[in-house]
Structure formats: C-alpha cells, structure tokens
C-alpha cells in the first residue's frame, strides 16, 4: 500500500511538474546596463534586443532581479514635474520600464534611474507583460 502511494505520488509529480512551471518565467527583460540595450526573451527565446537610457550622472539604476509590481498605460512622474511615463512597468518601488519621447537619447545614460525605451517598444513590453502575467514575467538589470 505505502509503496503504491509512492509510485503514485512520484507519477503525479512528473505529470504535473512541467503544467505547475510552465509559466514561470516565461517572460524575462535583461537590462544591460554598460551595453544600454533591453533584452526581451519569451521561453528563453530572443523576442527584442531595444536600445534604452539608463541612469545618467548623479543617479542610479538599481541592479538586480525583480518581478513587476504594478502597470499603468500611462503614469506621471510625481518626483520629475508630472513627467510623462507611458506604458509604465514598475518593478522596484519608484522605478519602471516605460516609454519616452527622448528618443535620441536612447542607447546612453540619460534617465533619472528609470529604464526608458522608444513608447512603441515599450507598449509591446507592456502587452507581454500582460498576457505572460507579472507573477510570469522576470526583471534583470546587470552592469
């Protein structure tokens, strides 16, 4: 009987196993901040490689692994004069990956610690972001 039960434990797990993870970290954006580039990777495929701005002098930003915590098709920056933040994905308390009009600032640092991308690739990021779900959906900033 107790053996029965372990096999059949050990079955269930393996057929579950893979449903229960499927869509853990389905989504993940690497930011490569000496690079200045976002990579968007769905399942571990290369979806998007997009130039972004970074913190510039006198600011930071963050470095480390989150998951989102709240979206906002459009946000105003309290902390920047009401600064526009479109498609906004908030990971670490004030900070985002959102979309901006400076776009001939991307691909160096120019932000106040925000990831910013050119607002159409950030209205993709943000779609993916909601069908992968933020629970499914990983955050990497690396020097």
């Known amino acids: ?8 434990t050990a079955l269930l797990a393996m057929m579950l196993g893979p449903i229960a993870t499927a869509g ?9 901040i000496s690079s200045q580039t976002m990579t968007v990777r769905k399942h571990g495929r290369v979806l998007y490689t997009w130039k972004v701005s970074t913190a510039r ?4 930003t963050p470095r480390g692994t989150w998951r989102p915590k709240r979206m906002h098709k459009m946000w105003h920056s309290r902390k ?5 933040m479109p498609y906004s994905v908030f990971y670490h308390g004030g900070y985002a990956i959102h ?9 160096r640092p120019a932000s106040h610690g925000c990831v910013r991308l050119q607002t159409g690739n950030a209205a ?19 020097n």
Do not use: C, H, W
């Open 57 to 60: 002098k006198g600011y930071v």
């Open 24 to 32: 853990a970290g389905a989504l993940e954006a690497k930011v490569s």
């Open 80 to 84: 920047y004069d009401m600064s526009p």
């Open 99 to 107: 979309g901006t009009g400076a776009v001939r600032q991307l691909g």
């Open 1 to 8: 009987m107790q053996k029965t039960l372990i096999v059949v």
């Open 124 to 142: 993709t990021f943000y779609a993916l972001v909601r069908e992968a779900g933020m629970n499914n959906t990983r955050i990497i900033v690396t």
